[in-house]
């Protein structure tokens, strides 16, 4: 699949900015974009289901995963590979399609997934109220030279 690289969609912006802060292991800017207000069902590292209910699991999750992803000298990168959106006054929603790069000791992950945000106005702007991801498929190769 070719992957996305703009849209006019709505919260199309803010979701590539969630696969990029989560990227660069930038917790503020993500802490920043996310309210979560009714946690969320995340990917770990080997493709598991990680079921995150409070704010403050939500940031020990997130504090863990990029300490453990650097200490490792890992990199990720997203690729969106169908997007859909709609929104309301102040709510909507998108489901995302995507696949998630993990460059970790000369191998390459690549995880297919499919995920709903669920998006809420606030007095900061467009915010993740809900994210639930799916593994489709995984696949691990040598990296390319």
Known sequence: MTPITASDQPFFA???????????????????????????????????????????????WFRTLFAKLTEMQATTDTDITD????????????VVEF???????????????????IWKKTSQGWQESRWHVSLLSQNWEAEAA
Request: with cysteine.
């Open 14 to 60: 803010e979701t590539r900015r969630l696969f990029d802060y989560v990227s660069a292991h930038n917790f503020d800017a993500l802490a920043a974009l996310c309210d979560d207000d009714f946690g969320i069902v995340d990917l770990g590292p080997s493709g598991e289901n990680i079921m995150i209910r409070t704010r403050a699991e939500w940031e020990n």
């Open 83 to 94: 997007y859909k959106a709609l929104q309301m006054a102040d709510m909507g929603y998108s």
């Open 99 to 117: 696949c998630q790069n993990l460059r970790v000791g000369g191998q390459v992950g690549r995880f297919q997934c499919v995920t709903t945000i």
